[in-house]
Nanobody, 126 residues
């Protein structure tokens, strides 16, 4: 059973940066694919980025590519999402998720993730 706790959200202005953290515990993370999803106001939850814990391979959605970077710290069992040049359309609740498997093939499929954090709010003002 994997437990996930996000932190780092907040209210920022367009063009600012934020780094989200997801502290993981309770599982063998080398067996997991981990990801960030977000849920904008009034919309469905959508994929943002994923990382294979073992090896560090990543996959990032096109709309944030070049602005967002996903990474992990093995020693701290923590995943990060560095968000630069934030835009108002990035406003959402951001969730971290973990799913069994070490392939990126289904990285953007929400159904492939079994464990979720409680979410952290990111608000970007124009």
């Amino acid at each position: 059973q994997v437990q996930l706790v996000e932190s780092g959200g907040g209210l920022v202005q367009a063009g600012d940066s934020l780094r989200l953290s997801c502290a993981a515990s309770g599982g063998t993370l080398s067996e997991y694919r981990m990801a960030w999803f977000r849920q904008p106001p009034g919309k469905e939850r959508e994929f943002v980025a994923a990382i294979i814990w073992s090896g560090g391979r990543t996959y990032v959605r096109d709309s944030v590519k070049g602005r967002f970077t996903i990474s992990r710290d093995n020693a701290e069992n923590t995943m990060y999402l560095q968000m630069n040049n934030l835009k108002p359309e990035d406003t959402a609740i951001y969730y971290c998720a973990a799913g069994e498997g070490i392939r990126l093939l289904y990285a953007s499929d929400i159904k492939k993730y079994n464990y979720w954090g409680q979410g952290t709010q990111v608000t970007v003002s124009s």
